[in-house]
C-alpha cells in the first residue's frame, strides 16, 4: 500500500498543478498622505468590487465644475458633461487605474499561502507481480514564503504607489479633455464671429470694387486702384474660406472630444461672442499649495517613494529566501474507506535557500534601482521646476492678453466714434460713399481682433486652470 501511496503521489506532482484559493480583502483601506482631496472624501473605497472604478462624481470632481460654471455658458457645460461620460481617453485612463488595481492584487496574492488540491485515481503495476492495483489519493500540498524580512511585503508597496500614480494620471487626463474641450468650444465662438465679420467685410469690398469700376470708367480713378480693390476683395473670399476650414475642423474635434461622431456637428450649438462672459479673473498670485497638487507633481512625489521602496527590495535580495510547506495525502485502493487516519500521509518542511553565485546580477540589480532613483529623483525636481514656470506663463499670458484687450476695446471704441463722424459728412456732402465704406471696412477689422483677443485671454484663463490643475 506504501508503495502504491508513493506511485500515485508522484504521478499527482507530475500531473497537477496547485491554484491558489485565498485572495486580498477587497476592503483593504490604502489611502496615500498624496492623495488628491477628490479621493479623500469618496464615502466608498476604491477597493470595493460592488464597483469596479470610483463613482462619476468623484471624477467630476476631478475638473473643478464650479470653475466652468464662471463662464454662464449652458452648452460648454452640456459638452464638457458629455466629454466626461463619453470621451473615450477617459475611458482608456479608467481602464489603465483597473489594470494597476490588477496588478497590486496579483503581487498581493504572493505574500499569502498557496493551497491547492486534487482528485488523483490511478492504476500500478508492482515488481514481481502480475496484479494491477488501483488507488484513489486526495493531496492536498500548502507553501508559503515566510516573509520576515518583509521583501514581498515591500514589493506590494512598490506595486501600490504605481496603482495610486495612475489615479494622478486619470486626473490628469481629466483635466485635459476638459480644457481641450473649453479650449475648443471658445475657437468655434470666435470663428462664427469672424466668418459673420469677414462677411460683412466682403460685402463692403465688393460695393468698394464696384465703386472703383464705375469711376474707372469716369475717369476718376486708376486702374491700378481698380486692381487693387479686386485683390482685396479675392484675398476677403480667400479668408472667409479659410475661417469656414477652421471652423469645421474645430467642429470635429469638439464632436470627437465629446464622444460623437463628426458626422453630428450641425447639431453642436453654442452662445454668440456678445453672450460670452469675459472678465478679469486672474489672481494676484497663486499658492505653492496649487502647485503640490498638480496631478504631474503628485505622480512624480509617488515614483520617488517607489524608488525608495525598490532599492530596499534590491537589498533585500542578499537576504536568504524561507520557504515553508505541508503535505496532506488521503490514498486507498477502495474509495469508501479514503478517509481514515490509517489512510492518510502527511508531512510538514521548510527550507532557507540563500543564492551563492548569481554572476554579480544581484549587485548590478542593486546598482540600477540606485541609478533609477536618481533619474526620478531628478525628474521630481524638474517637475517642481516646470510646474512652477508653467504657472508663471500662464499668469503672465492671461493677464497680458487682457491688458491686450482692454486696450484693442479701447480702440474700438475711438473707431466707432470715428466712423460716426465720417458718417455725418458723408450726409453733409464732405466725403465720398467710397470713403465711407473704407471708413466701415476699418472699423470691421477692428472687430475682428476684438473677437480674436477676448477668445485668446480666454484660453490663456484655461491654461492657468490646467497649469494649477483644476484649483483656481
Not at 154 to 162: A, E, G, L, N, R
Amino acid at each position: 500500500m506504501k508503495k502504491i501511496a508513493a506511485l500515485t503521489l508522484m504521478a499527482f506532482i507530475q500531473m497537477s498543478t496547485y491554484m491558489p484559493v485565498y485572495a486580498i480583502n477587497d476592503n483593504i483601506n490604502l489611502t496615500s498622505k498624496t492623495m488628491v482631496s477628490a479621493q479623500k472624501n469618496t464615502k466608498k473605497s476604491l477597493f470595493s468590487t460592488k464597483k469596479k472604478e470610483p463613482e462619476l462624481k468623484v471624477k467630476v470632481e476631478y475638473i473643478n465644475t464650479d470653475w466652468w460654471n464662471g463662464f454662464q455658458d449652458p452648452y460648454l457645460n452640456e459638452y464638457i458633461a458629455k466629454a466626461l461620460q463619453k470621451n473615450h481617453d477617459l475611458k482608456i485612463a479608467t481602464i489603465s487605474t483597473e489594470e494597476y488595481y490588477q496588478n497590486y492584487k496579483i503581487q498581493f496574492g504572493s505574500e499569502l499561502p498557496q493551497i491547492g488540491g486534487a482528485f488523483a485515481p490511478a492504476l500500478a503495476k508492482l515488481p514481481n507481480s502480475t496484479d494491477v492495483v488501483g488507488a484513489f489519493a486526495l493531496p492536498g500540498i500548502v507553501s508559503y514564503e515566510a516573509d520576515i524580512f518583509l521583501k514581498n511585503r515591500d514589493k506590494t508597496k512598490s506595486v501600490q504607489k504605481q496603482y495610486e500614480a495612475s489615479f494622478d494620471d486619470e486626473r490628469a487626463i481629466y483635466i485635459s479633455i476638459a480644457s481641450a474641450v473649453g479650449t475648443t468650444y471658445f475657437n468655434i465662438v470666435r470663428l462664427d464671429e469672424a466668418i459673420n465679420l469677414q462677411e460683412e467685410i466682403n460685402k463692403q469690398r465688393q460695393e468698394i470694387y464696384e465703386l472703383m469700376l464705375l469711376s474707372n470708367r469716369e475717369g476718376l480713378v486708376s486702374t491700378s486702384d481698380t486692381i487693387k480693390a479686386n485683390k482685396l476683395l479675392i484675398k476677403g473670399e480667400c479668408d472667409l474660406i479659410e475661417f469656414n476650414k477652421q471652423r469645421e475642423k474645430a467642429l470635429n474635434q469638439l464632436a470627437v472630444l465629446i464622444g460623437e461622431s463628426p458626422e453630428n456637428i450641425n447639431s453642436l450649438k453654442r452662445i454668440s461672442l456678445e453672450e460670452l462672459n469675459v472678465v478679469n479673473k486672474i489672481p494676484s498670485e497663486i499658492s505653492s499649495q496649487i502647485i503640490e497638487n498638480r496631478p504631474d507633481y503628485l505622480k512624480a512625489a509617488k515614483m520617488v517613494e517607489k524608488a525608495g521602496i525598490d532599492i530596499r527590495i534590491a537589498k533585500k535580495e542578499f537576504l536568504p529566501t524561507i520557504n515553508l510547506s505541508g503535505l496532506a495525502l488521503f490514498n486507498s485502493s477502495n474509495f469508501g474507506s479514503i478517509f481514515t487516519t490509517r489512510n492518510m500521509l502527511w508531512s510538514l518542511g521548510g527550507a532557507a535557500i540563500l543564492p551563492i553565485f548569481t554572476g554579480g546580477k544581484r549587485i548590478a540589480n542593486l546598482r540600477l534601482k540606485k541609478a533609477q532613483y536618481e533619474r526620478v529623483l531628478q525628474t521630481y525636481l524638474k517637475t517642481n521646476l516646470e510646474a512652477i514656470q508653467e504657472v508663471n506663463d500662464a499668469m503672465v499670458s492671461a493677464r497680458l492678453d487682457w491688458d491686450k484687450l482692454e486696450q484693442t476695446i479701447e480702440q474700438l471704441q475711438l473707431e466707432q466714434k470715428d466712423y460716426m463722424y465720417n458718417e455725418m459728412k458723408f450726409k453733409e456732402g464732405i466725403i465720398s460713399k467710397l470713403d465711407l465704406i473704407q471708413f466701415k471696412e476699418s472699423l470691421l477689422s477692428i472687430n475682428q481682433l476684438v473677437a480674436q483677443q477676448k477668445v485668446e485671454y480666454l484660453v490663456d484663463y484655461i491654461g492657468l486652470y490646467k497649469a494649477c490643475g483644476a484649483q483656481i
